[in-house]
């Protein structure tokens, strides 16, 4: 059973320090001009953005939150780490190549694990000021200021809508293949979970694994929404697992998703 962020380590004004967060973070990644993109040890880009907003994010939260540990793409961490019973989960710019290169798909994110499930989480899209929120059963969308709820669709056969990154793999596009009568959009980042939270799409399938602070906040966001995120045998993906990859899953605006469809598509 999930449990509520019902304890001595958060307070009040959480939500409100986290918007000013997530605002301050995305302020940075607006003003820097010089990208200093350089290569880590595999193989992936940082620039300057990624390790500055790593390093605001963590001394704001580990201020603010002491007692609660932050692993971050950017930090030093093992495998152990994301088996604590809370912790933040920081993605500083997830699509980093898309913000070297100038366009708008990239995010901040930061999430709240508690005993492996994802508590609370707030994504942040700069190029067009918006910012995504969900904690317990309240998602929300704040839009240059003016905010408003948002909660998933209701899932229809005759109408499906798949999200996924324009830059999907063959194993993705075979699945997608089978599914007959399906509408495909492309999001890059985790607006892709944000945008199944908005209930402007059924579901992403995400058939190789990738790192869990690439989809926390997101999938927060998506399980306030009313939606849910299942591993491939059908069970609620839990990030209290040993090292940092997801594994293959499917984020889905309703489980009948899973029952109606991908069970059977999988099995093909």
Not at 21 to 33: E, T, Y
Not at 103 to 117: E, M, P, R, S, W
Not at 234 to 251: D, H, M, P, W
């Amino acid at each position: 059973m999930r449990n509520d962020i019902s304890d001595n380590l958060l307070d009040a004004n959480l939500k409100n320090n986290l918007f000013l967060l997530i605002k301050d973070c995305m302020s940075i990644a607006l003003k820097i001009v010089d990208i200093q993109e350089s290569k880590k040890k595999d193989g992936t880009i940082i620039t300057k953005a990624d390790k500055d907003i790593h390093s605001l994010i963590t001394k704001r939260l580990s201020e603010l939150y002491p007692n609660i540990p932050v692993i971050s793409e950017e930090g030093k961490f093992d495998k152990n780490s994301f088996s604590q019973n809370i912790y933040w989960l920081i993605d500083p710019i997830d699509g980093t190549s898309s913000f070297a290169k100038g366009y708008d798909g990239y995010t901040v994110n930061i999430a709240l694990i508690k005993n492996g499930f994802p508590e609370l989480g707030i994504v942040g899209n700069p190029p067009t000021n918006t910012i995504w929120y969900g904690e317990k059963n309240e998602a929300v969308v704040n839009i240059k200021g003016i905010e408003k709820k948002i909660a998933v669709k209701r899932f229809t056969k005759d109408n499906l809508e798949i999200v996924i990154s324009k830059n999907y793999d063959s194993v993705t596009k075979s699945f997608v293949d089978k599914i007959t009568n399906a509408n495909i959009k492309y999001y890059s980042s985790s607006i892709k979970f944000c945008k199944l939270a908005e209930g402007k799409a059924d579901f992403y399938p995400r058939l190789h694994s990738i790192s869990k602070w690439d989809i926390g906040a997101g999938d927060a966001i998506l399980r306030a929404a009313g939606g849910t995120i299942l591993n491939e045998d059908g069970k609620e993906l839990l990030y209290n697992t040993s090292g940092k990859n997801t594994g293959i899953f499917f984020a889905l605006s309703s489980k009948k998703i899973w029952k109606d469809l991908i069970r059977f598509k999988l099995k093909k």
